[in-house]
């Protein structure tokens, strides 16, 4: 585990997990960075939950999740821990809602979901988590636009259906700005869709935007204030490896827009399965495979308004499928493959 000071570029190594993970899910609540699910060395999913201590440097096991799970939805909302859906035991998509009380150390089920799914976008809103797309058990993708009130003002828990998204997939990206929902990419079966579809709270529609350039497996989105990023991934036929494509569409411009990329703008380093996080209107990339096959330790940083890229400090350690987040003037890279 590492971490990077936002103001001077450094890396700090900081305390490890109980044991090795990946494809688990962070989230903060009240203040501090809590893992939930992933799975271990064995490839098998976890229930553990662990949260992070920066004034100690130690992660403390906390109670664990009813259902075994990787890569499930997590999300804060009010002192809790909402964790839906995810990769259960044999690969297979899991239905299991559960909420977990940070104050009392305890986990709760919930009313699952109407069917199991894995690989669903998300993102908050309102104390809200919206959920889109998902694969099912027979690995179609779903159309699901739905969202889940949780909270003691909503008495309870309960599920919120909306317009479905036109094209079902899964593994695609949400963001939220402006009172819109921006669904980008994800796949159908193994293909890479390109589709890229924002929803309208205010008047309810969907409104299909231009698709994105490249079609990619295991790209990273990023959207600042006035731009979305698409960078990196597989591209569509895998014996062409990892790309350094990155595109960048103005939200500014609405569905008029045009997608923009030179070979100017390419990611220095060619990879996959690696992290990008929007900090202050700039996109940070760090990690991931790189064509060989190895764990990259390679940290770059894109400025969509110049359009240039820059090289910060390597990652202590080579780094891929970890979880990654931002807290207190700090980006964090959790667990993965070193």
């Known amino acids: 585990n590492s971490t990077m000071s936002l103001a001077n570029g450094t890396w700090t190594s900081i305390g490890s997990l109980s044991g090795p993970r990946v494809y688990m899910s962070v989230v903060i609540c009240d203040g501090s960075i809590y893992v939930v699910g992933g799975c271990d060395e064995m490839g098998q999913p976890v229930n553990f939950v662990e949260v992070y201590s920066s004034e100690e440097d130690t992660w403390t096991k906390l109670k664990s999740m009813h259902t075994k ?9 009010e002192g809790r821990i909402v964790a839906i859906g995810g990769v259960g035991v044999a690969q297979a998509p899991v239905d299991a809602v559960e909420v977990f009380s940070v104050a009392e150390n305890k986990w709760k089920k919930l009313t699952p979901l109407s069917e199991p799914l894995m690989g669903m976008a998300h993102f908050l809103r ?21 969202c889940l009130v949780v909270g003691a003002s909503a008495g309870g828990e309960k599920w919120q259906a909306f317009t479905p998204m036109p094209t079902a997939r899964y593994a695609a990206h949400a963001f939220y700005k402006n009172s819109k929902a921006y669904v980008l990419g994800g796949r159908v079966g193994k293909l890479p869709v390109a589709v890229f579809e924002v929803y309208d709270f205010d008047s309810r529609i969907w409104v299909s935007y231009p698709e994105i350039l490249s079609k990619r497996v295991f790209p990273c989105y990023a959207m600042t204030d006035k731009h979305i990023v698409s960078l990196g991934g597989l591209k569509q036929t895998a014996q062409q490896g990892f790309c350094d494509n990155c595109e960048i569409y103005s939200t500014e411009q609405n569905d008029k827009g045009e997608w923009q990329t030179n070979k100017r703008m390419s990611i220095p380093t060619k990879r996959g399965d690696f992290t990008a996080k929007a900090i202050d209107n700039q996109v940070l990339v760090a990690g991931g495979l790189g064509n060989n096959g190895k764990p990259l330790s390679a940290v770059e940083l894109f400025d969509p308004e110049t359009k240039k890229w820059k090289r910060l400090a390597d990652l202590p350690r080579a780094h891929s499928t970890c979880a990654s987040v931002v807290h207190q003037g700090k980006f964090y890279l959790i667990a993965g493959v070193t």
């Open 69 to 77: 799970r990787a890569a499930p939805i997590v999300t804060a909302v």
């Open 126 to 146: 309102d104390n809200k988590v919206h959920i889109f797309g998902g694969m099912g058990i027979d690995t179609n993708p779903r159309d699901h636009f739905k």
